[in-house]
């Protein structure tokens, strides 16, 4: 059903890069076999789940949405995508995102957009776009994405859906392309928050293949998720209601909030001072990493090689052309093969976004600003992180918005970044603390498109956020 589906809408859609349903098919067969014979399955037996195209799958293609990547196919599993398996999950196949996951609208793939399936004029939000798309517009009921500064969380929000960021480390990051490795998350998205705890408590728990995987058991999420949370204490932060807020989605969050208190919760403000430093650390530290982390890409250890066959005959002219102008030294300072073959391939191979942050995060680590940049944006997290902690010592959650406004139109912020940048707003402190946030909708607005709600807790209290979402719910 879930085939067919995507047959029929996902033209309209792009959620999916490539859909396997040759593999999906024989998947379920294999499940209902073993079934049959009454072979003990996995607790995601038979259930179709979407993955970003950004986790290993060493029989699937995985590109990141990149030029770069656009042949990979990687020679291993992900601790995700074998966890999936695992648990005799159908894996459907691979959704569009932003390329590397860097992005709020999911234009920046290189392939395709995708469209929000509840205005298809506008965006799903990003970088998980099609794997919000997929599961909003019923392709397949489970989604995986990555959360880096709201990539889950966002495109949720934006989609009408359950999308959660884990505690960093809940969930190994094994056979994850890396875009910021400090930050990067990976979660579930669903049509509800019982389905989310299905997903995150198969995928999650302690990898020794990943050194920042953290060794605690994971509880069983679908266990406790129907016990109401008692006596809860709930945080909302004042500046998270400013002048960007859209009205429509201030309205949504605070009737969330009043059904909150009918269900008997207690509500009190807690401060966040350094939040609104956020976005700015953020775009400091994110890049920095990615600049680090796409070194890799350099044309010669895997994925996309530019076309070098007049490298050699360009060279040999240049240096001529400085031999006849009696400069000799120039000559022999002329790039090698190597460096313009490195060169050609990253001005091929990576799209504006990728570069723009990669040239970011090469100013702010190079010597004279690494101090004034990249090590003052670590102090500013250190702080968002304290913040958190102190906040957390007064409620048990904090609620607010996902994001200022509902789904943005398709191209209308893709030439703007630093406006793409504040949408990120709201989703980017979770990240930089480390803590778990998850959003579900809380409302529509008059137009008819989704409203979501955020709810952040402490680290490693995924229970916590599950079921104090599953309260509203
Ligand atoms: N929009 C943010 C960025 O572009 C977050 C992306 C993410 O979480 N992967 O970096």
């Not at 691979?94 to 957009?113: C, H, K, L, V």
Request: aromatic share 8%.
């Amino acid at each position: 059903a879930c085939l067919d589906r995507i047959v029929a809408h996902d033209q309209s859609i792009g959620a999916f890069l490539r859909v396997d349903g040759e593999r999906a098919l024989e998947q379920a067969k294999s499940v209902d076999k073993r079934r049959a014979a009454g072979e003990k399955l996995g607790p995601l037996a038979g259930i179709p789940v979407a993955v970003k195209d950004v986790l290993c799958d060493s029989q699937a293609i995985t590109t990141c949405a990149s030029r770069m990547l656009a042949e990979f196919r990687p020679p291993y599993d992900s601790t995700v995508v074998a966890r999936l398996k695992q648990a005799d999950a159908v894996l459907l196949g691979r959704t569009n995102m932003d390329e590397f996951a860097m992005g709020g609208s999911t234009e920046n793939s290189a392939f395709q957009p995708t469209r929000n399936p509840w205005d298809t004029t506008r965006t799903p939000g990003g970088s998980s776009g099609g794997s919000a798309a997929a599961v909003a517009a019923r392709f397949a009921p489970l989604a995986i994405g990555t959360d880096t500064g709201g990539s889950i969380r966002q495109p949720a929000g934006l989609c009408g859906i359950v999308g959660m960021k884990p505690t960093y480390g809940r969930v190994s990051r094994y056979g994850l392309v890396a875009f910021a490795s400090s930050l990067d998350q990976v979660g579930p998205f669903a049509t509800t928050t019982e389905d989310a705890a299905l997903l995150l408590e198969a995928v999650a728990g302690h990898d020794p293949r990943d050194s920042t995987s953290i060794n605690r058991p994971t509880p069983a999420y679908t266990e406790s998720i129907n016990k109401p949370l008692a006596g809860l204490k709930l945080g909302i932060v004042p500046e998270h209601f400013g002048a960007g807020l859209d009205p429509e989605v201030s309205t949504a969050v605070k009737s969330a909030i009043e059904v909150y208190k009918s269900l008997g919760a207690e509500v009190k403000e807690v401060a966040l001072p350094h939040g609104k430093y956020g976005v700015a650390a953020y775009y400091v530290i994110a890049p920095s990493e990615a600049s680090s982390n796409l070194a890799r890409y350099d044309g010669v250890h895997y994925g996309f090689r530019a076309d070098q066959s007049s490298a050699l005959a360009d060279l040999a002219a240049e240096r001529q052309a400085f031999v006849a102008a009696g400069n000799a030294a120039a000559a022999d300072n002329v790039d090698s093969p190597l460096v313009r073959m490195y060169r050609s391939t990253r001005e091929a191979g990576f799209g504006p976004e990728v570069k723009r942050r990669i040239m970011l995060g090469a100013y702010a680590l190079s010597a004279g600003y690494y101090d004034a940049y990249y090590l003052k944006a670590l102090k500013v997290r250190r702080l968002i992180r304290r913040d958190f902690d102190e906040a957390f010592k007064q409620v048990d959650l904090i609620v607010g918005p996902v994001t200022a406004g509902p789904a943005f139109k398709l191209g209308e912020m893709v030439d703007d970044p630093l406006a793409m940048y504040l949408v990120d707003l709201y989703t980017v402190s979770a990240n930089l603390a480390g803590i778990p946030a998850i959003s579900l909708p809380c409302g529509m607005t008059k137009a008819g498109l989704p409203i979501g709600l955020q709810l952040q807790g402490p680290p490693l209290e995924e229970d916590r956020l599950l079921r104090g979402a599953r309260m509203f719910e």
